[in-house]
């Protein structure tokens, strides 16, 4: 639909949980949280779009080649909106807060 709109530019759009899901069923016949790897979907205005970045290794345990952190991700979309990486907000108890908490733009994703 953004596409169609000609609004796909102009937004940004970012799908991700908060952790990762253990590679193997647990006996629960469930998943367990799992931090090592994690994954997020970003596409829109400002990124170059229709790529995979990234890797595990084959059995989704650990991550092969180049990693990155959260903040590397949320300092990716401030660039994307053109927000400086710089800013420090401070929480009401006076604590003081970096946007992407000293992560770098990824180089795949940026212009």
Not at 55 to 74: A, C, N, V
Not at 77 to 104: C, E, F, Q, W, Y
């Amino acid at each position: 639909d953004l596409k169609q709109r000609a609004m796909l530019d102009d937004v940004t759009i970012v799908c991700m949980g908060e952790f990762g899901r253990t590679p193997r069923i647990n006996q629960n016949v469930g998943r367990d949280h799992w931090a090592a790897s994690w994954t997020a979907m970003v596409g829109g205005g400002g990124l170059k779009n229709g790529q995979a970045i990234g890797k595990t290794d084959s059995d989704g345990i650990g991550i092969e080649g180049k990693s990155y952190l959260p903040g590397d991700l949320w300092a990716t979309v401030a660039h994307a909106l053109g927000i400086p990486l710089d800013i420090v907000h401070t929480s009401k108890r006076g604590r003081p807060m970096k946007l992407a908490n000293g992560g770098t733009p990824i180089k795949e994703l940026i212009g």
